[in-house]
C-alpha cells in the first residue's frame, strides 16, 4: 500500500501510525466552557492509562469534536507528568465509549444527532448509547417471568386517587424521580392508621431528612407536590431493608459484558445507610461495606453466601431483560439491590453510567473489563 502524502504533516503520521492496526477507543463527553470538558476527569485518565495497558490507544473527545467523517480527530489525552489535559489530534476511532456525564446534555438535539450517526456509522461501534430512566426499567423487568418476582410494586405517581389505592397494597412506599440519581428528590410515605395524623412523610436532603406528618391523603398530596418541584415520579413498595447495627444497607454490583461478549459481574459493594438517612448514598452519610460482612452479620455465614450466589445471578438475569427492552447493546450497568429482612432480593435501579467503584478490586477489574469486551467487538465484528 502506497503513502498518501498530506499536506498537514501531523495527519499524515498519525494515518501511518494507524496502519499498525492498534485498536483505538474515544471516551465521548461533552466540551464544557470553563474546563475543555465535562465528566469525571480521574475516570477518565484511568481509561486512558488502562488503555495502554491492554494496548489500545485512548482519548477524550466532546460531541463537537467527533466528526464522523474525518481520517483524524481532534481530542484530548492526559499528561500525568504535568497534570495537564491536551489538545492532540488522533485517528479516527473504532469504538466510542459514551460517558457523557448529565442527562440533560446527552438530551441536547445536537448531541442526540451525533449519538444516532455514530449508532448508523457502520466504521464504528458506539456503547452504552443512554441513560436508563427509572419508569421504562420497571415497564422492561415486568415483561419477564424470570425478573418480575424481583421488582417492587411500582406505579407512576399521577394522582392523588391513584397514590391512595397504593397505600391500600402497601402502608410503607418510596417515591423517586424518574430521572433522579445520587438520592436527591428521595421521599418516604409510611402509613400508621392509629395516629391522629397517620400520613408520615420523609423527604431527603443533603444530610439528614425532614418529617411530615399529614392527616388526610389530599395534604399529602399537596406536600409531595410541593416537594417534587414538577419531577416526574414513580411511586414504589417500600421494602423493609436487612439492617446491621440498625443501619439498613443494599448492594451495588457492576456488570459488565466481558472477552466473550457475554455479561458478566466485576464485583458487588455494599452501601451501609447513614444514620439519619433513607439511601445508602455515600455522599448522604453512607459508607462502603464489604458486602460478605454485613450479610453474615444478618443472616450467618451459610445463608450469606447463598444470598451472594443469588445476588449475583439475579444481576445477571436483570441485566439481560434490560438489554432485551432497551432494545440497545450495552455494555456494562451498575445495579442497586435490596435485600429485606426474610433473605428476599428487590431490584432498585440500574444506571447505564456506572460510577467509579472504590473498592480497588472492582475498580481494575471494570477497567480491564472495558478494553476486554472491545476487543472482542473488534475480533467480531466482520464475522
Ligand atoms: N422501594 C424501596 N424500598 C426500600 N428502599 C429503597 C427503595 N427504593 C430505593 N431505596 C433505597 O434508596 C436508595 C436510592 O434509590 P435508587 O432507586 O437507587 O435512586 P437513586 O437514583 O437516587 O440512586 C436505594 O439504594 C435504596 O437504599
Ligand atoms: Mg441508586
Redesign the pocket.
Known amino acids: 500500500m502506497g503513502f498518501v502524502i498530506h499536506e498537514d504533516t501531523a495527519e499524515a503520521e498519525i494515518l501511518a501510525n494507524s496502519r499498525i492496526k492498534q485498536p483505538v477507543l474515544a471516551i465521548l463527553t461533552i466540551e464544557d466552557d470553563l474546563q475543555l470538558f465535562r465528566g469525571n476527569r480521574h475516570n477518565f485518565a484511568d481509561l486512558i492509562d488502562a488503555g495502554k495497558e491492554n494496548g489500545f490507544l485512548v482519548y477524550v473527545v466532546t460531541a463537537n469534536q467527533l466528526k464522523l467523517n474525518r481520517k483524524t480527530i481532534n481530542g484530548f489525552t492526559y499528561d500525568p507528568g504535568t497534570d495537564t489535559w491536551m489538545l492532540q489530534k488522533f485517528p479516527f476511532p473504532h469504538l466510542i465509549y459514551n460517558r457523557i456525564p448529565l442527562r440533560e446534555d446527552e438530551l441536547q438535539p445536537e448531541v442526540r444527532r451525533k449519538i444516532a450517526a455514530c449508532l448508523r456509522n457502520p466504521n464504528v461501534q458506539i456503547f452504552n448509547p443512554k441513560f436508563f430512566n427509572?419508569w421504562s426499567l420497571f415497564k422492561w423487568l415486568r415483561q419477564s417471568r424470570i425478573t418480575k418476582p424481583y421488582i417492587?410494586a411500582t406505579s407512576r405517581m399521577q394522582s392523588v386517587s391513584g397514590l391512595g389505592r397504593m397505600m391500600l397494597q402497601h402502608r410503607?412506599?418510596?417515591l423517586?424521580?424518574v430521572s433522579?440519581?445520587?438520592?436527591?428528590?428521595?421521599m418516604t410515605i409510611q402509613l400508621q392508621p392509629e395516629k391522629p395524623l397517620p400520613y408520615r412523610l420523609k423527604i431527603q436532603g443533603n444530610k439528614g431528612s425532614t418529617t411530615y406528618n399529614c392527616g388526610t391523603i389530599g395534604k399529602l398530596w399537596t406536600r409531595i407536590k410541593k416537594e417534587s418541584t414538577g419531577e416526574r415520579y414513580i411511586a414504589?413498595?417500600?421494602?423493609?431493608?436487612a439492617a446491621y447495627n440498625d443501619r439498613?444497607f443494599?448492594l451495588r454490583a457492576l456488570i459488565q459484558k466481558n472477552q466473550r461478549g457475554q455479561w458478566d459481574i466485576s464485583g458487588i459493594g455494599a452501601?451501609l445507610?447513614g444514620s439519619m438517612s433513607?439511601?445508602?448514598?455515600v455522599p448522604r452519610g453512607g459508607s462502603i461495606e464489604d458486602p460478605e460482612k454485613l450479610l453474615v452479620g444478618v443472616f450467618g455465614q451459610d445463608e450469606a453466601n447463598k444470598l451472594l450466589t443469588k445476588a449475583r445471578n439475579t444481576a445477571l438475569v436483570i441485566a439481560r431483560q434490560i438489554e432485551r427492552g432497551s432494545r440497545r447493546s450495552l455494555a456494562e450497568m451498575s445495579m442497586?439491590l435490596?435485600i429485606d429482612q426474610a433473605g428476599n432480593i428487590?431490584f432498585?435501579?440500574a444506571?447505564a453510567k456506572p460510577m467509579k467503584f472504590d473498592e480497588p478490586d472492582i475498580r481494575k477489574r471494570s477497567l480491564d473489563r472495558i478494553f476486554q469486551y472491545s476487543s472482542y467487538l473488534l475480533r467480531t465484528k466482520d464475522k
Open positions: 427509572k417492587p410503607f412506599l418510596y423517586k424521580p433522579g440519581k445520587a438520592g436527591k428528590g428521595i414504589q413498595q417500600g421494602i423493609h431493608l439498613s443494599d452501601r445507610a433513607i439511601t445508602t448514598h442497586d435490596g428487590w432498585f435501579e444506571n
